[in-house]
């Protein structure tokens, strides 16, 4: 373990973060002015060396995947964010509902994971999104089912009437095994109003995760970045996921996303340089330190950029996913999907071991 660090001293330029290795290796928690350092440094070698310790001082070298399945019945949504490609009006040609049947014929055995998520139907009554998952679960009880964003959530406890306490209760019982990370977007109320002002506000996502974590329903939790948001914006929705996690210690995996502006009305933005994922990623294991993983989402990173995220404190490559459409109806340019055996491969060339996992971490396989 030392060994990764032992000639920081003499490969760093950066006098800023040979402070913040002290408190790496005190175990000390580092500042909102570390992480603006973290963020504005140029040497991405060492940053990379202060994240990779950190990785290998809690998992080694494993690298976690799942066999997973994505599935959104549904891209109509009541509201319509700047930001989202995937989001339809009832009367558009594209729009698409998924009957029961359908959804179920997308399952197979091998699935460990299957992650539901859609738009925010105007007609459906929450016991359509109930029956989605009772029929899902009763298909594949061995599955674990990861259903439903805060904003749905949000939208749910809306249409029923029922208090989101209510609301995440009765998904549970249905069968929710953990809440996705999404429609957390960026928390910086400035910046919300700009990318998606209709959705649910950053302290209501915040607020229904901290419901489901009471309530013993452990969840993900996401940032979308590389648009309007400033690196102090990323800071604060990073210290604002650790206050909730000191608090409730509900939370798996923080996954960043990084945003695809192809086919959105904010596709004038410039893409940010590769530095910038690495540093998010980097100063997302360095500052959550009590979230157990970081994940390398490689819908929006590519096949070839998230296995360098492994070397900057990333612990989990994601899943197979089969078939994502929220991400590639925004011009995602990666496949919609990988098999088991692209992960395997990816992670061992990367000098990494992989192991397989269910959607709650526990080990399935190793593949040393």
């Not at 030392?2 to 790496?24: G, M, P, R, Y």
């Not at 002015?33 to 963020?39: L, T």
């Not at 933005?269 to 993983?293: C, E, G, M, Q, T």
Request: aromatic fraction near 10%; charge should be negative.
């Amino acid at each position: 373990m030392e060994k990764i660090l032992e000639n920081f001293e003499t490969l760093c330029s950066d006098e800023n973060l040979l402070s913040i290795k002290e408190k790496v290796l005190n175990d000390e928690r580092i500042s909102f002015d570390d992480a603006k350092n973290i963020m504005d440094t140029s040497d991405l070698n060492s940053l990379g060396l202060l994240a990779k310790f950190v990785k290998h001082s809690r998992d080694g070298k494993k690298i976690y995947f799942v066999v997973n399945r994505h599935i959104n019945p549904t891209n109509i949504c009541a509201i319509s964010c700047r930001f989202c490609a995937f989001g339809k009006s009832k009367k558009s040609s594209e729009a698409y509902e998924m009957s029961i049947d359908h959804i179920l014929s997308l399952l197979n055995e091998e699935l460990r994971e299957i992650h539901i998520v859609g738009g925010l139907h105007p007609d459906w009554k929450f016991d359509k999104y109930l029956e989605i998952v009772k029929e899902v679960k009763k298909s594949m009880p061995s599955a674990h089912v990861k259903a439903y964003t805060a904003v749905e959530i949000d939208w749910f406890s809306q249409i029923s009437g029922y208090k989101v306490e209510k609301v995440i209760t009765k998904l549970m019982e249905a069968g929710v095994d953990a809440l996705p990370g999404g429609g957390a977007e960026v928390f910086a109320p400035e910046v919300r109003k700009k990318i998606c002002s209709p959705k649910t506000t950053g302290d209501s996502w915040l607020s229904v995760h901290r419901a489901a974590h009471r309530l013993g329903l452990p969840s993900n939790a996401t940032i979308l970045y590389g648009h309007l948001e400033s690196k102090n914006d990323v800071i604060d929705h990073l210290e604002k996921l650790r206050d909730l996690q000191d608090e409730t210690n509900g939370f798996l995996a923080f996954i960043p996303v990084l945003f695809q502006p192809y086919n959105t009305s904010l596709k004038h933005i410039k893409p940010f340089p590769f530095s910038y994922d690495l540093k998010v990623h980097a100063l997302a294991r360095l500052f959550l330190d009590n979230f157990p993983h970081i994940k390398a989402y490689w819908i929006t990173l590519g096949e070839k950029a998230a296995p360098v995220t492994f070397h900057y404190g990333v612990s989990d490559a994601d899943g197979t996913i089969i078939s994502e459409k929220i991400i590639h109806d925004a011009g995602a340019k990666s496949e919609i999907g990988h098999t088991r055996d692209f992960f395997v491969n990816m992670i061992k060339d990367s000098g990494y071991i992989p192991v397989e996992r269910d959607a709650l971490y526990n080990e399935l396989k190793i593949y040393d």
